[in-house]
């Protein structure tokens, strides 16, 4: 069946500097999805990216969908302490069901 | 605007009983979902519903059963509760065309004793 990896499963940083989490599909994806959920919350949908080698951005995120689509990204520059919590990815493969990453839990500290 | 509600949120409950879940969403989505939250998991699909009376199996659907009757509700029952499904459960729901988007609920933290 269809797999999404995501690394790191963890990442600490201090506030102010950059942070990246990656996703990788075992299969061609049709959409790839990014979700942010926060300690003790319910994820919430971030963005869809559908085109190959498609870039988006939102304030200090960024997204990139593979030219292969199979894998993607999530960039965060000057990390804020209201930026933690987990990043999910989560891609639609075969048969139209999404399919959820392990997460990358991100901890920010001052 | 309600969205999607879930109950109860947190239960506790023993080995071999049945539990049912609730899930209810305002917006008359067609697509219902349930998952399941454990560490280093992330979230594992369980059962999912197209529309009332479509229902389909996801991931990990040994020992769960699912209904949906009417749009606005897909109850999840695990039928002899094990140790095994303790967890966190969240429901979400989209529409039928368009964006993936899900939207979730607050999620139910289940214990099973």
């Known amino acids: 069946g269809q797999q999404v990896m995501q690394i790191p499963q963890y990442q600490h940083v201090q506030e102010g500097e950059d942070f990246t989490t990656y996703c990788n599909s075992s299969?061609?994806?049709?959409?790839i999805q990014w979700y942010k959920q926060r300690p003790g919350g319910h994820p919430v949908f971030l963005i869809q990216l559908v085109k190959s080698g498609e870039v988006k951005k939102q304030k200090r995120l960024t997204f990139q969908f593979g030219e292969a689509k199979k894998n993607s990204s999530l960039h965060i520059t000057a990390t804020q302490t209201t930026d933690v919590g987990t990043y999910f990815c989560a891609g639609t493969g075969t048969a139209s069901k999404l399919t959820f990453g392990t997460g990358t839990r991100l901890q920010v500290t001052l | 605007d309600a969205g999607i509600t879930q109950s109860p949120r947190y239960k506790i409950t023993e080995t071999g009983r049945q539990v049912t879940l609730m899930c209810h969403q305002t917006?008359?989505?067609?697509?219902m979902f349930w998952y399941r939250q454990d560490l280093g998991h992330g979230l594992r699909l369980i059962y999912y519903?197209?529309?009332?009376?479509?229902?389909d199996k996801g991931e990990v659907p040994d020992g769960y059963v699912v209904s949906r009757s009417k749009t606005e509700n897909f109850p999840l029952t695990l039928e002899s509760a094990t140790r095994s499904q303790t967890s966190v459960y969240f429901c979400?729901?989209?529409?039928?065309?368009?964006?993936?988007?899900?939207?979730f609920g607050p999620g139910t933290r289940l214990t099973v004793t």
């Open positions: 299969t061609t994806l049709s959409n």
């Open positions: 917006w008359s989505h067609s697509y």
């Open positions: 979400a729901s989209r529409k039928s065309s368009g964006s993936y988007e899900q939207y």
């Open positions: 519903s197209a529309a009332a009376d479509i229902t």
